[in-house]
C-alpha cells in the first residue's frame, strides 16, 4: 500500500525558505506569484492492507518523528 | 564534577566541549554513545555537544532527539540532573521535548560563523552563576538554524518565569535589531526549562576557555556549574 505525508508550516510561523524561493519565482519572471510557503513530502509503502491500521501507523509516524508538531501540521493519505 | 558528553553520528563538538569540561573541572568527561541506554553511573552533568547530528537531514536534531540514549536523558533530567545542550545540542533538546520552542532557519537565511555578544540575564542558575548579572561576554557561534520561535504564550512564560537566561545583544550590552543576528524571538541565545536544570543555548561557550582562543569568556559557564555541584555534593 503507498501513502503520501504532507509536512507543512503552520500559518503564521515565519518561512525564510519559502520566502526566498517566491523572491527567486519573481526574478524568473513566473506570473502571478502572491507567496509561497515551502515543506516536505514523504512517500512511504506500507506492508498489510488494513487501511485503518495504515493511517494509525501513518499518524504515528508523522506525530513521534515526521513533522514537529509545535510549528508544522501534516495530512496523510492512502494513494 | 562527573560529566558526560553525548556523542551521536556526525556531531563535530564533542571533543572542544569534552576539552573544556575537563579544563574546568580536572576530570576527564565519559564520551556516550547514542546507542547505549543509560548514563555512567555517578553522572552530575549531561552534555549535548554541536555538530550537524545525522547531517541534519529531516529537521535539525529531529533523529538525534529519537536516539536510545535519550529516554536516559529525560529521565535524568527528570530526576533533576543538570543538561546542558549547545548548537545542535540546543536543537536537539528542543525536539525532544525538554525544552520548549523550535530553531528556525536564521532570518537572514545565511550560515553565520563569527563571535557574537550576548548578555547574562541572571546569575543565579547553575548554568550562569559564574557571571554576574547584566555581564555581556563574547563568544562564538557557527549555524544556519538558530532562529529560536515559539508561540506567544510560551514566550510569555520564558520570560515572565525569568527562563531566558543569555540574549544576544551588542558588545556594550544593548539587546537590540542589529545584534540579533539570527532573528529569534526576543533574541534569545539560551533557555531553560521549567525546572531550571536544562539549558539549551546557540552560542559555544566552549569554543573561549583558553588564552590561545582569544577569549575566556565561556569559562564562566563552566566554573559556575563545577562551583554549583561541589556545594550540592
Redo the contacts between chains.
Keep these: 500500500m503507498k501513502a503520501r505525508v504532507t509536512v507543512t508550516l503552520k500559518s503564521g510561523?515565519?518561512d525564510?525558505?519559502g520566502k526566498?524561493i517566491e523572491g527567486a519565482l519573481k526574478s524568473l519572471g513566473v506570473d502571478g506569484v502572491a507567496s509561497v510557503r515551502q515543506g516536505k513530502v514523504f512517500d512511504i509503502e506500507l506492508s498489510g492492507s488494513d487501511k485503518a491500521k495504515a493511517e494509525q501507523a501513518l499518524k504515528a509516524a508523522a506525530d513521534?518523528?515526521?513533522a514537529?508538531t509545535?510549528?508544522e501540521n501534516y495530512r496523510v493519505e492512502l494513494l | 564534577m562527573k560529566s558526560a558528553v553525548l556523542v551521536f553520528p556526525g556531531i563535530n563538538r564533542e571533543r572542544d566541549m569534552a576539552r573544556a569540561l575537563k579544563l574546568a573541572s580536572g576530570r576527564e568527561a565519559a564520551m556516550v554513545w547514542h546507542a547505549e541506554t543509560a548514563l555512567p553511573e555517578g553522572t552530575d552533568l549531561v552534555v549535548v555537544p554541536g555538530g550537524f547530528s545525522y547531517g541534519d537531514y529531516?529537521?535539525c536534531g529531529?533523529?538525534a532527539a529519537?536516539a536510545p540514549i535519550m529516554d536516559a536523558v529525560r529521565d535524568f533530567a527528570a530526576n533533576g540532573g543538570l543538561v546542558l545542550g549547545v548548537c545542535n545540542g540546543f536543537q536537539i533538546l528542543c525536539?525532544s521535548g525538554l525544552l520548549?520552542?523550535?530553531l528556525?532557519?536564521?532570518?537572514?537565511?545565511k550560515f553565520v560563523c563569527r563571535d557574537v555578544h550576548m548578555r547574562v540575564e541572571r546569575s543565579d542558575t547553575p548554568f550562569t552563576r559564574g557571571y554576574n548579572a547584566g555581564q555581556v561576554i563574547r563568544v562564538p557561534v557557527a549555524h544556519g538554524e538558530g532562529?529560536y520561535?515559539?508561540?506567544e504564550e510560551t514566550l510569555k512564560r520564558l520570560e515572565g518565569e525569568g527562563r531566558v537566561l543569555y540574549r544576544y545583544c551588542s558588545p556594550k550590552g544593548v539587546v537590540d535589531e542589529a545584534s540579533n543576528f539570527n532573528?529569534a524571538a526576543h533574541s534569545i541565545a539560551g533557555i531553560i526549562n521549567e525546572r531550571g536544570n536544562v539549558l539549551g543555548m546557540m552560542p559555544h561557550p566552549e569554543n573561549h576557555v583558553e588564552d590561545i582562543m582569544g577569549c575566556t569568556d565561556g569559562r564562566g559557564l563552566f566554573a559556575g556549574l563545577v562551583a554549583h555541584l561541589e556545594e550540592a555534593a
Design positions: 510561523i515565519l525564510p525558505q526566498a513521534k518523528l515526521l514537529n509545535v510549528i | 529531516l529537521r529531529a533523529i529519537r525536539e520548549p520552542g523550535v528556525m532557519r536564521n532570518a537572514r537565511l532562529n520561535e515559539a508561540d532573528g
